[in-house]
């Protein structure tokens, strides 16, 4: 399984961005998909997710009513729309894909794939 984000780029605050993450090797329907980013020097730190299994999404406090993450599994794409950028949304995201189900969808050791992460810079 093959995991390719993209769609990170520069943008000013208060704008939009859109990331996609194409899975390969394997149909992401029994997958639970999620987004992570990482600051320089700090840990990865959980974004977004979404359960296969139950339809359930969650995100981050921090970015609660301003991100969105879809998924559409006849294109094996898993998306995070992000708005109202602010400059602390600024990192390295990552998609990452959960083929056996466990509890915690917020914590990257619950996930089995990674994809190479694509860089968001929000300028203040």
């Known amino acids: 399984v093959q995991l390719q984000a993209y769609g990170g780029g520069l943008v000013p605050a208060g704008g939009s961005l859109r990331l996609s993450c194409v899975v390969s090797?394997?149909?992401?329907?029994?997958?639970?998909m999620g987004w992570f980013r990482r600051v320089p020097g700090k840990e990865r730190e959980f974004v977004a997710a979404s359960r296969w299994s139950s339809g359930t999404i969650s995100y981050a406090d921090a970015v609660k009513g301003r991100f969105t993450i879809s998924r559409d599994n006849a294109k094996n794409t898993v998306y995070l729309q992000m708005n109202s950028l602010k400059f602390e949304d600024t990192a390295v995201y990552y998609c990452?894909?959960?083929?056996?189900?466990?509890?915690?969808?917020?914590?990257?050791?619950?996930?089995?794939?990674w994809g190479q992460g694509t860089l968001v810079t929000v300028s203040s």
């Open positions: 990452a894909a959960m083929r056996y189900y466990r509890s915690n969808s917020a914590s990257s050791g619950s996930y089995d794939y």
């Open positions: 090797g394997r149909g992401i329907t029994r997958y639970t």
